[in-house]
């Protein structure tokens, strides 16, 4: 994949990811360039969330430095660089706002599967019992070692983390953290949620694949409606 393509998927995600709510106006995602693990794509900090495109899409290095010039970089790139540093099977980090996935941070419940798709993160969902902002190495590392090897993490009072192979895997890993979540607090409203049980976590881990992200971009691609020519 070219650094072209993967500069319009960045947009894509990142768009279609603000039209659902999960990013608001400063979320970012990110993506290891093709050739150099050390250097990664990412939303530049002032590119407006709701109408960015391509050209908005800036290198930075793992120490979260901007390798473009006359570029600002977010300020919890920090999030994305140390995941990279600590994960060499990621490819690509999203840090979202998801109001009701963090939500279950703040209450202090415990996320769990309840949904056939909440099964990718069967492995769990950890809590960073920090809602601060993500903004030095340390406080990145720190992050990170509260994802250890999961796919997913809460941050509490703040938002949450994904981490994938792809963008569209974590496209996809983003809309299911939300949509398990939503259904996870409204059975709260009206009794006990019951969890997966082991053996449907086990059926259900391999929906995790890519056709499966290939069906769920395109739907939201035709759905919203973002398109880069
Ligand atoms: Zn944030």
Same mark, same amino acid.
């Given at each position: 994949?070219?650094?072209?393509?993967?500069?319009?998927?960045?947009?894509?995600?990142?768009?279609?990811?603000?039209?659902?709510?999960?990013?608001?106006?400063?979320? /970012?995602?990110?993506?290891?360039?093709?050739?150099?693990?050390?250097?990664?794509?990412?939303?530049?900090?002032?590119?407006?969330?709701?109408?960015?495109? &391509?050209?908005?899409?800036?290198?930075?290095?793992?120490?979260?430095?901007?390798?473009?010039?006359?570029?600002?970089? &977010?300020?919890?790139? +920090?999030?994305?660089?140390?995941?990279?540093?600590?994960?060499?099977?990621?490819?690509?980090?999203?840090?979202?706002?998801? &109001?009701?996935?963090?939500?279950?941070?703040?209450?202090?419940?415990?996320?769990?599967?309840?949904? +056939?798709?909440?099964?990718?993160?069967?492995?769990?969902?950890?809590?960073?019992?920090?809602?601060?902002?993500?903004?030095? !190495?340390?406080?990145?590392?720190?992050?990170?070692?509260?994802?250890?090897? /999961? !796919?997913?993490?809460?941050?509490?009072?703040?938002?949450?983390?994904?981490?994938?192979?792809?963008?569209?895997?974590?496209?996809?890993?983003?809309?299911?953290?939300?949509?398990?979540?939503?259904?996870?607090?409204?059975?709260?409203?009206?009794?006990? &949620?019951?969890?997966?049980?082991? *053996?449907?976590?086990?059926?259900?881990?391999?929906?995790?694949?890519?056709?499966?992200? *290939?069906?769920?971009? !395109?739907?939201?691609?035709?759905?919203?409606?973002?398109?880069?020519?």
């Amino acid at each position: 994949m070219n650094e072209a393509i993967i500069r319009t998927e960045l947009a894509t995600c990142i768009r279609m990811m603000e039209y659902l709510g999960l990013i608001d106006f400063s979320g /970012h995602v990110s993506m290891r360039t093709p050739h150099k693990d050390d250097e990664i794509l990412i939303n530049s900090w002032g590119a407006s969330r709701c109408c960015l495109g &391509p050209q908005d899409i800036v290198r930075a290095n793992l120490d979260g430095e901007a390798l473009d010039k006359n570029v600002i970089v &977010p300020s919890e790139i +920090h999030i994305h660089t140390a995941v990279y540093r600590r994960r060499p099977d990621i490819s690509t980090v999203a840090h979202l706002h998801p &109001p009701v996935t963090t939500a279950l941070g703040v209450a202090g419940r415990t996320y769990v599967p309840v949904m +056939h798709h909440g099964a990718i993160f069967g492995t769990g969902v950890p809590v960073h019992d920090n809602c601060g902002h993500v903004n030095s !190495r340390e406080k990145g590392d720190a992050l990170a070692e509260t994802l250890g090897d /999961h !796919r997913a993490m809460i941050m509490r009072g703040h938002g949450a983390v994904v981490a994938a192979e792809s963008v569209k895997a974590v496209f996809f890993g983003s809309v299911y953290l939300e949509d398990n979540a939503k259904k996870l607090v409204e059975s709260l409203k009206i009794g006990e &949620p019951i969890p997966l049980r082991e *053996d449907e976590l086990k059926a259900s881990a391999g929906i995790w694949r890519q056709n499966q992200f *290939d069906k769920v971009w !395109r739907y939201y691609v035709e759905k919203t409606g973002i398109h880069f020519p």
